[in-house]
């Protein structure tokens, strides 16, 4: 095969024409499956979110279950000295004793009342992020389930057309090969630029295919005599004449063949 650098320029704008047909084939192909790759990456990002918060929600269940083992920890602690105390108010030999044990009594019995209080507000709080943890479950199950159904969905689309796509991907990379690198950089930059992902287009009636801009007479000649790359200064695209197009488009028939 000759080098990229000692083809003619009818020979790169046929080779550009003919790359072109393959990647718009390889654009039908991956249009087809539409939003759904972007759907199924937002779902999964999406659960991916609600799951760190369901993880949040569980460490803090945890934690306030700790605090009130903590707490039942403090009350049982408190009974314990209240039966100390009690115990030792028995063998007291005055009443200032007595009454410093009534006060360490009393002190405890409030400790067991503040620790039973925190109990109760612990408890409401796990009541209340159980409840709510409980819904995001709920939700996460559902995302799951619609995920499943558009990844189904998209594996079938995929695999129907598998085959032609690593076909199509192989005969891009063999037909761009033949285009140097600077011209396959404009093309494939023009090709990002548009919307249709056109980069190379023939004329319909004088203007380039899905312009409304007619090109000059002496331009269309130009186009037509294939002596240098031709880009149109509306689109931006680059010109191939009428029967280039027509010769290409039946020629590249047999390549894609699917």
Do not use: C, W
């Not at 314990?80 to 019995?109: C, G, P, W």
């Not at 199950?141 to 990844?151: G, I, V």
């Amino acid at each position: 095969m000759a080098k990229t650098n000692d083809i003619s320029v009818e020979e790169k704008l046929r080779a550009l024409y003919d790359l072109q047909i393959i990647d718009s084939r390889l654009d039908e192909i991956r249009n087809t499956r539409g939003e759904l790759p972007i759907e199924v990456e937002d779902l999964e990002i999406e659960i991916e979110g609600l799951e760190k918060r369901a993880e949040k929600f569980h460490a803090d269940i945890k934690d306030q279950d700790d605090q009130i083992k903590t707490k039942h920890e403090v009350i049982n602690h408190a009974k314990t000295l209240i039966e100390k105390y009690k115990s030792q108010q028995d063998n007291v030999r005055n009443n200032k004793e007595f009454e410093a044990l009534s006060k360490e009594i009393e002190y405890q019995e409030l400790e067991i009342q503040l620790a039973e209080k925190r109990i109760k507000e612990f408890g409401a709080k796990i009541s209340h992020k159980n409840e709510t943890l409980d819904e995001l479950n709920a939700k996460i199950d559902d995302l799951r389930n619609h995920l499943k159904f558009k990844k189904e969905e998209l594996e079938g689309l995929i695999s129907e057309t598998k085959k032609e796509e690593e076909y199509l991907i192989e005969q891009s990379k063999e037909f761009a090969a033949k285009i140097d690198e600077r011209l396959l950089a404009s093309y494939n930059r023009i090709r990002t630029n548009s919307p249709n992902g056109l980069a190379v287009v023939g004329l319909e009636r004088g203007a380039p295919k899905g312009s409304f801009f007619t090109i000059p007479p002496q331009k269309q000649m130009e186009i037509a005599q294939r002596k240098k790359i031709i880009i149109d200064e509306h689109s931006g695209k680059i010109l191939v004449d009428d029967e280039l197009v027509m010769e290409e488009n039946e020629k590249m028939k047999s390549v894609i063949k699917f």
